[in-house]
């Protein structure tokens, strides 16, 4: 394996009975990276990285955590990685330090070390005030900042989040991000599962989009953009006046004008062209409501990839419906 | 090939962990209670009894334990309610209460074994169990000491000694029997209904099965019945059933070691019977092998119990 590889799987499959959970997905990850599992719930997103930790058996294919073969070796895995996994539980009648006390004792921390570092690790993800109280009145985003002060606390060289934001409120969210980017500057390598893509997009440096068992795409966001939209660019218009549509057309660059809704115009072009179009309208004296370029997001890769390829969406809407 | 490590690593954390969690728990207070209500409720009765009938028995303090009077059952007999309710009461929970919780993926995740962490909860609450039933033991024979005011003798206190053995032995089987539901069934509740009801069976229904069953597969001797006793052959398929259950076993068990005077467990030959003193006792080492079959298959049936729950957790899936 080569050095910055903390994470090689290739061919990975997992079988229940029939039905196949994860079919033959190859990714690796850099040391450092902040690397995406994205999709779908029920893609296969969680069942990979329970392979990843020893915690279900692989079909078959192989993969490497940090060199170990977490089916053979699951405590050197286990020792190395930190894991929260999605709704993350603590015991309610414990307090959060307890919890981590528990945790840091299973792991074999002597006794200094171990109240060192779960300070250490409850300071950074602030928590440190409601040390001693019970996990029972914890919120939401409270208990997931414990799972990765948890991380923390292990001093883990690989930190693997199942839906590490869902159901938390949008400023929870931030304050979740920001302290998973503090592991990525500590040279720790993030992998992360999310259903909700663009609130992953900013954080990850490489995604793997995965549908139904399979990755679709990967790469990173910009690169993908570039893959999958063309690297055109989108322009939206809202504005009102007669054969306005006609007069953007003629804008050199603009390759198609696509009526959207009643005073509503989309413009492909391979430039951004929105000076030329406000000037346009304008000229025409009308009046210009909205005006905006559409960068690329997940959420337009996705749908864009999966509208290319229809056939696949058909097929998996047939397992969830099954 | 080996897997890496030993499969022990993190059992005493584990164990530490859920006795904590049992000692200080409301469900423990409750037993705690049921406990010293249910010792002096029976030590009451069985001293009234005694007092009123001292004759000179020669293991008057054994008769603690036995005696019963008229509306009460004796102290034995409670037990034999209370542990398998205090076992089921602690394993009903183990494994899917952490599944609910959501807690098992994150402990499994830490590097420990699946076997730590099931034997460690069996360990806690075998631990939790072994605590009630010594402070139980202790409490019946001060407060006998106190009341009766005459020293248990040494064969005494051996024969009650293990009384108390094979009662922790026999709340091993129900606690390994509630970890298993408490495995196979993601809901507790799910969980402790099938236990309980398994337990009704077994220790209510099941004897008396074993009698109609017994008499449908070998139907009795007319001759043996016209004179008034059991057919041979009805009666021991009836006694081999019935023993399939821990608490026919479990009574067995107690009958001989509780009762010196006990020779047999089952139906007496008149053969048997020649040269023997009627009524005298045996010692200990003898009690101890009438009933040595009973304790062995207890052991076997809270391991083979246990062993299963093992099996069925290593290959469960952990995600919720």
Not at chain 1, 159 to 165: G, K, N, Y
Not at chain 2, 57 to 73: A, E, G, H, V
Not at chain 2, 160 to 167: A, I, N
Request: hydrophobic share 50%.
């Amino acid at each position: 394996m080569s050095e910055d590889k903390v994470i090689e799987a290739t061919g990975l499959t997992k079988n229940y009975g029939q039905a196949v959970a994860v079919d033959h997905i190859s990714f690796d990850v850099g040391r450092g990276e902040i690397f995406g599992l994205l999709g779908p719930n029920g893609a296969g997103k969680t069942t990979t990285i329970l392979m990843m930790l020893g915690l279900t058996e692989i079909t078959s294919g192989d993969v490497r955590v940090l060199g170990f073969n977490p089916a053979r070796e699951p405590l050197s895995v286990k020792r190395r990685v930190g894991y929260m996994p999605d709704t993350v539980g603590f015991y309610d009648n414990l307090s959060a330090a307890d919890n981590l006390r528990y945790t840091a004792r299973l792991i074999g921390f002597r006794f200094a070390e171990r109240e060192k570092r779960i300070a250490e690790a409850l300071e950074r993800v602030g928590l440190a005030e409601v040390a001693d109280k019970r996990v029972a009145t914890f919120s939401r985003g409270m208990r997931q900042r414990l799972g990765l002060a948890e991380i923390l606390m292990k001093g883990a060289q690989i930190a693997i989040l199942d839906e590490p934001t869902s159901g938390l409120d949008p400023h929870a969210t931030s304050e979740l991000l920001g302290i998973i980017r503090g592991f990525k500057a500590e040279g720790v390598s993030v992998l992360l599962s999310s259903h909700l893509l663009e609130r992953v997009q900013s954080v990850c440096d490489r995604v793997a989009l995965f549908s139904a068992g399979k990755i679709a795409l990967m790469g990173s966001v910009p690169d993908l953009g570039r893959q999958i939209l063309g690297g055109g660019y989108v322009v939206d218009i809202e504005a009102d006046g007669a054969g306005l549509a006609e007069r953007l057309a003629l804008i050199p660059g603009v390759s198609g004008v696509e009526k959207t809704g009643i005073g509503k115009l989309r413009l492909q072009a391979d430039r951004d062209v929105r000076p030329e179009a406000a000037a346009e309208v304008v000229t025409m004296q009308g009046r210009l409501k909205y005006l905006g370029v559409q960068e690329p997001s997940l959420e337009a890769i996705y749908t864009r990839y999966f509208e290319a390829q229809p056939e696949q969406v058909l097929k998996e809407g047939v397992r969830d419906a099954a | 090939m080996q897997r890496e490590g030993s499969a022990f690593s993190g059992l005493g954390v584990v164990m530490l962990k859920e006795l904590s969690d049992h000692l200080t728990s409301v469900r423990m207070r409750v037993l705690e209670w049921l406990v010293v209500l249910v010792a002096l409720a029976a030590l009451y009765g069985a001293i009234q009894q005694i007092k009123d009938t001292t004759a000179e028995d020669p293991f008057l303090f054994l008769r603690l334990f036995t005696t019963s009077r008229d509306s009460l059952p004796s102290f034995v007999s409670f037990l034999s309610f209370l542990v398998p309710l205090m076992a089921i009461g602690l394993g009903f929970d183990s494994v899917n209460g952490e599944h609910n919780r959501r807690t098992l993926s994150r402990i499994l995740a830490q590097p420990i074994y699946r076997d730590a962490l099931l034997f460690g909860k069996f360990l806690a609450g075998l631990v939790t169990l072994s605590i009630s039933l010594v402070s139980l033991w202790l409490l019946v024979i001060g407060l006998g000491l106190l009341l009766i005011g005459i020293p248990p003798g040494a064969e005494e206190i051996a024969r009650s000694f293990v009384f108390l053995l094979v009662t922790i032995v026999y709340a091993g089987v129900w606690l390994a029997l509630a970890m298993l539901f408490s495995v196979l069934f993601r809901s507790a509740a799910t969980a402790a209904l099938v236990t309980l009801g398994l337990w009704l069976l077994m220790t209510f229904i099941w004897p008396v099965l074993a009698g109609a069953v017994a008499q449908i597969i070998v139907p009795p001797d007319p001759r043996y019945m016209a004179l008034g006793l059991q057919t041979p052959g009805t009666a021991e398929l009836e006694q081999i059933l019935a023993r399939l259950s821990p608490s026919t076993l479990y009574a067995e068990v107690i009958v001989a070691i509780l009762d010196p005077t006990t020779r047999a467990l089952g139906p007496i030959y008149l053969s048997q019977l020649q040269g023997a003193v009627l009524g005298a006792p045996l010692p200990l080492a003898s009690s101890l092998l009438i009933a040595w079959p009973q304790i062995v298959a207890m052991i076997a049936t809270a391991m083979m119990l246990f062993v299963a729950g093992y099996v069925v957790f290593q290959r469960q899936e952990v995600r919720a």
